[in-house]
């Protein structure tokens, strides 16, 4: 046997990051993740005590947020499974909040980012995690891969 180590060379990731309209979804998930970061910092340091479930609603959302733009932002394998996690988890917080503001709106007493599906925020929430999950599968490498050697 050989008791030299192994050496291999370091692999390298060329591909280019998001353009176009991954460029803009992006965008939209750092806006809403500063936006979001923003306003439950606010609203946790100043009024916690008035309504801690809508205001930790908004701080969890903004932590959504936050892991979307990163794992939107890159190409590698690992970074896309955090942005399917994180645009999922998205999805199903902003339809049980949005359900549950509309049907309880005592355990609201102050909006949060997904209330009444994101209404504050002209509905975007509600939208951009279908925009975020569909741009996901549009640009999987593996389907990309497939139909172009179709």
Do not use: C, K
């Not at 591909?15 to 993740?33: E, Q, S």
């Not at 209330?115 to 599968?137: D, E, M, N, Q, T």
């Amino acid at each position: 046997m050989n008791d030299e180590p192994l050496r291999t060379a370091p692999a390298t990731d060329d591909r280019p990051p998001a353009r176009g309209a991954g460029l803009l979804v992006v965008a939209v998930y750092v806006i809403f993740a500063l936006s979001a970061s923003a306003r439950a910092g606010v609203q946790l340091v100043r009024d916690a005590s008035e309504a801690p479930l809508a205001y930790g609603l908004s701080a969890f959302a903004a932590v959504v947020y936050v892991l979307a733009a990163v794992g939107l932002a890159h190409n590698g394998r690992r970074m896309r499974r955090l942005a399917w996690t994180a645009v999922s988890i998205e999805m199903v917080g902003v339809l049980v909040v949005g359900i549950l503001s509309l049907l309880t709106p005592e355990l609201f007493p102050r909006d949060t980012v997904w209330s009444r599906f994101g209404s504050g925020y002209g509905y975007i929430p509600l939208v951009l995690p279908a925009v975020g999950l569909v741009w996901l599968w549009r640009s999987s490498p593996g389907r990309v891969a497939r139909a172009s050697a179709a």
